[in-house]
């Protein structure tokens, strides 16, 4: 009888727990309750921590804000859920949240066995690592027999074993389950190393207790193209998802801000320009938005360089280069297909 | 038998089968059956069709898929090249064992010292122990093992700055360092030696009980067994070391560039975790040990002084086999909260069941559900083992009335 109820209670769980994922279409459902659940890293300074107000910043949220934008005039109708690097894909597959935003690696088994897709890139990265100064390490090939503190469940973890085989170095690694414990452990000297995405191991040092004494190491042993995710099977979220990241580049590609967005709506006559702020054509009606959604974004966030600087690059405290992250006219690789 | 009962009014008044409340009772167990059964068929088969329409990867299929990740601290081997989710799976396993082991072992012993401790009649003891006791089991344990790994090993020195004991025992805030005892090929002999004493000791000490319940004359149980336990190996040793190379030698830990290399390292998460799951629960345990006590009549220790045992004796011959009845059922309470307390391992990075498994193969493979059904089924495994076995012991402890 024991045995009987227990597999009911697991049989119920995992049937409810599916049951929610098959719910409508995702972009109805948020028109629904009027408001986007998004899935934001817990905290790491320019993708998704709440200041001292609980107002929450960065690249990722805000990418969440311009999603709202979009589709409700009104950058603020974003629930933000912080999901460690270990819950983010049950969260998502359970439908708690309709979108993670949280510095998400792209790589294939996830596109593939998870129930999940990832439409756009919104940050290239690639993993570093970060030691202590007064060690006198200058290469990470440096790092034979050293501990290192990484994330449990992440790209990272998988990365960091793969490196020291290829490289045929012995290391010691220690797991945790939270970014928070990872790089305390690394900050009380529990690890002579921290490795995380070279964006993250910015945005971490200033919360080290001494940010100065630590550097980090040259080599990036990773490609970490960094995504907002979503579940597969509902093309139309997928696309309103993708399309906003591009419209943001297409903004900033010509030239759109957040300060001229309204003249160029009024005196513009490209065309480019036009299309994207809804003044020719109906893309944003057949996306199941309505005309102006890009000018929305544009006007209530920013376009990608704008969100781009204010977050982690020169307004901002981890002052990231553009490097790949500029458009690709200008080096990188942020390429945003033409709307039209 | 002057007026027998006719054979037809005997047998049972013919029922139709609808009114028989035996048929009537098995029926309704047949029915439930069948609707907790089909429910439980409906629900799994919903949830497998739910993850296929997801996409989400489902069945067993991923154990054996190539883990990619590395452990620190394992029992078993375990390497991110080659070895599989289903050994990750095992190093959790053994693993948890590990420490739920140790720390049953830990905290009977600390809880058994301290539960009598509290009823010593020295009163600085007994108030210490009832200290020990309200603190600990008060505190949150999760506070207790972040204090362990955050406020006290994490404060110990670098490992460059190690202390040394010695110079080959080396405390850091990376852990314990000892030598590794290395066996040369033939030091088989010594435990050999060591298991053979055991059994001949283990035998003389039967021998002497039937000796002494026979005749009243007492042989020298101890110091024979104690010649034979540690006499038998030093002679194997002996013969070993006179016949050529040392039988047994030590790999003492080096300084490296970062940490100390070779020797035996004992984690400091998996000391926090034992030293917050022992202290805690032995604050429990010496709660049951103290009402074990309590609950044995004053009257049967005032009849052992009156027929002339020591404190000692009266304590262990007549107190605790008694007190054991009662003590024995919570104890077995105690034993399953610490096994399954050792999952807030997760909280300190010890690479336990939920950490290593829950944790990171869940998350690397998306299968939550197969993922925590495995680990539910491990734990309550684990659980209903334990418990077999004390009630094993239970029922050879309990009172047989005579």
Known sequence: ?340 | MSNPIPAEARAAPRVSPLYDPRIRAAAYQILLLLAVGLAAWAAVGNAAENLRNARVASGFGFLGNTAGFDVNQTLIPFAAANSTYGTAFLVGLTNTLMVAVIGIVLATLLGFTVGVARLSPNWIVARLAGVYVETLRNIPLLLQLLFWYVAVLASLPAARDSYAFGSSVFLNQRGLYVPRPMLAADAWAIPAAFGLGLAAALAFAARARREQARSGRRLPVWSVGIGLVAGLPLAAWGVLALSGAAPLSFEVPVKGTFNLRGGMQLYPEFVALVLGLTVYTAAFIAEVVRSGIQAVSRGQSEAARALGLKPGPTLRLVVIPQAMRVIVPPLTSQYLNLTKNSSLAVAIGYPDLVQVFMGTVLNQTGQAVEVVAITMAVYLTISLLTAFVMNVYNRRVALVER
């Open chain 1, 1 to 340: 009888m024991r045995k009987t109820v227990a597999a009911l209670a697991l049989g119920l769980g995992a049937s409810l727990l599916a049951g929610a994922a098959q719910a409508q279409a995702t972009l109805t459902s948020i028109k629904q309750k009027g408001y986007i659940a998004c899935g934001s890293n817990p905290g790491l300074a320019g993708f998704g921590v709440p200041d001292a107000q609980g107002r929450w910043a960065g690249l990722d949220v805000d990418f969440c804000r311009a999603l709202s934008a979009a589709i409700f005039n009104d950058a603020g109708k974003v629930r933000f859920i912080p999901l460690s690097a270990k819950d983010r894909f049950t969260a998502l597959q359970s439908g708690e949240v309709d979108i993670l935003s949280r510095n998400t690696t792209w790589s294939m088994s996830r596109d593939t066995t998870l129930g999940l897709d990832f439409p756009a890139i919104n940050f290239y990265d690639g993993q570093g690592f970060m030691v202590k100064k007064k060690l006198g390490v200058t290469s990470a090939k440096q790092l034979e027999g050293a501990s290192v503190c990484t994330q449990q469940g992440t790209t990272t973890e998988l990365n960091l074993a793969d490196y020291f085989r290829a490289n045929k170095l012995k290391y010691e690694v220690v797991a945790f389950a939270s970014a928070d414990e990872t790089f305390k452990a690394y900050d009380s000297g529990r690890c002579d190393a921290f490795t995380t995405d070279a964006s993250g191991l910015y945005a971490e040092r200033l919360r080290a207790s001494a940010p100065d004494d630590n550097i980090v190491l040259p080599e990036i042993i990773s490609k970490e193209p960094l995504g907002p995710a979503v579940r597969q099977g509902d093309a139309q979220w997928s696309d309103v998802v993708r399309w906003t990241h591009y419209a943001m580049l297409n903004a900033e590609e010509a030239g759109i801000t957040q300060g001229n967005a309204d003249q160029m709506l009024k005196t513009s006559d490209n065309p480019d320009v036009k299309r994207i702020l809804g003044t020719e054509g109906k893309y944003g009606a057949d996306l199941g938005l309505t005309g102006d959604w890009a000018y929305r974004i544009i006007k209530l966030v920013g376009n990608y360089g704008e969100v781009f600087e204010k977050n982690v690059g020169q307004g901002s405290p981890l002052k990231i280069q553009r490097g790949l992250n500029a458009l690709w006219s200008k080096g990188g690789l942020q390429y945003g297909p033409p709307i039209r």
